[in-house]
């Protein structure tokens, strides 16, 4: 009994001290900070991520003054963001930006921290936070830093977000209308065409609209969002349909929109969108 007790407690101490190998590893006697920053960036360069990030984070502890100390703290939130720990280096980043306002860097920074929202932005149909909060820093990013590599880098997320959250909030909009719920309905086609300007789903949201009223009985409204569509979107078979659709419920209109710039969603603002 005793010798069975001995054989798996020292199995339990063999992969105790086995999982604290990274631990072990790591050196935080006092020295130099470019000795320091060098030791952690060899340890970046041999994927050892979670040693890195500690002797970064020891570096700010020892030399918190040194210009190896700022650069340590953008190498910490890199190593977190290699070792998939996203929360953590989302939190180191965003203390890098807040403390360091006019370090060169800083594009990089808000860039990194967009993507570790963007490696986790989920199907559609789910939570979309994540894609919301990458969307938000990348348009920081590109309005603080507009010729900044990293910005124009960004530019090709921006779109992919736009068109995923355009479809999330789309999805949201005809879950009210199929169920009768238009006013609702037609709020949240307005959102998709006030924040997401460049989507994909811009077409089918004014057409979505012109449904929506006609459901109401609404039909100069009708009229007003079909010679938008037609105006912005004079090629899109949403634009063709929505001809047909006015066909089908018998309201006539003029045809004059071709010229008239007030129809341009370029030119009108979010308030005025509003009142359309």
Known sequence: MFFKFFYYFSIFLLFSCSSNDDEMQIDYSLRSDSALYNEALSALKSKEFNIAHELFTELDLQHPYSKWATKGQLMSGFSLYKDNKYDEAIFVLSKFINLNPNNPDLDYAYYLKGYCYYERINLVSRDQKYAESAFEVFNELKNKFPESKYSK???KHINLLNNQLAGKEISIAKYYQTRGNFLSGILRYKEVIKKYKNSAQIPESLYRMIECYLSLGLKDQAIRFVKVLAYNFPKSQ?????FILMKKHKVSYKVDYEKDKSLDL????SEEFNNF
Request: glycine share 0%.
């Open 238 to 242: 949403w634009s063709r349909d929505s």
């Open 153 to 155: 880098k960004s530019l």
């Open 266 to 269: 370029n030119s009108i603002n």
